[in-house]
């Protein structure tokens, strides 16, 4: 079972800073929090991944609490292109299987 | 190429037939994973490779599903006398092995399968 909760569906206005929430508050000490999306037809993509501290890439920001049980992804100027399915996954170490729950559906609105 | 590279991208086969679908991982990847991922739902674990070894195929739904990994590289996913519920698309996906780099698992473009 994946250990994470999102929202099903979110609308973000282009342009706009984009914000998925993710709840792992059976996150365990050891385990990162990894983001994913799936644009349509496609096969999934790496955002960016943390285990405690706040993350940046050329893609995304992570927001992690310091209790770590919830983190935020956030994209900073959302654009067409991002409308996808976010997903948020737990995991323990490379090498081992991703779980992927139901995610978050992110639709970028004109 | 150097991405993963799966093949066919379409197999459409008839009930009963066996089906053979291809992963080439990204060159030096050593863990080698797959999903599927039925019409308008999430992706589905099947199996994971380390090297030619399969740690985990805790997600292969029945004994008609088989994989296998050569030379630690490509894989190929069996599907014994299909059936309609095996239409899906079968993801591959490939990454370096634990303790090295993020961990980041890099997605082939899939593999769709109808069984009519």
């Known amino acids: 079972d994946a250990k994470t909760t999102q929202p099903p569906s979110m609308d973000c206005a282009e342009g706009r800073a984009a914000n998925l929430p993710c709840n792992h508050s059976t996150i365990s000490g050891n385990e990162y929090v990894y983001w994913y999306r799936q644009i349509h037809s496609q096969g999934p993509q790496y955002i960016i991944h943390?285990?405690?501290n706040n993350e940046t890439n050329e893609m995304a920001s992570l927001i992690i609490t310091e209790d770590r049980k919830s983190s935020t992804l956030i994209l900073p100027h959302a654009t067409l292109r991002d409308t996808a399915v976010y997903y948020c996954?737990?995991?323990?170490?490379?090498?081992?299987?991703?779980?992927f729950g139901t995610g978050t559906r992110l639709t970028i609105i004109p | 190429g150097a991405g993963v590279s799966q093949s066919p991208s379409n197999k459409v086969t008839e009930k009963g037939k066996d089906v053979e679908l291809r992963c080439d991982p990204i060159?030096?990847?050593?863990?080698l994973y797959w999903y599927r991922q039925s019409l308008g739902q999430g992706l589905e674990f099947l199996i994971y490779f380390q090297g030619n070894s399969a740690p985990d195929k805790s997600g292969l739904p029945s004994d008609r599903f088989s994989a296998e990994r050569t030379g630690g590289s490509v894989s190929t996913l069996t599907i014994q006398r299909t059936q309609q519920e095996d239409s899906a698309v079968y993801l591959c996906?490939?990454?370096?092995?634990?303790?090295?780099?993020?961990?980041?698992?890099?997605f082939g473009e899939g593999s769709r399968l109808t069984v009519l």
């Open positions: 996954i737990v995991r323990v170490a490379a090498g081992e299987k991703l779980t």
């Open positions: 943390g285990l405690k």
């Open positions: 060159s030096g990847h050593t863990a």
């Open positions: 996906a490939s990454s370096w092995s634990s303790g090295r780099a993020s961990g980041e698992l890099f």
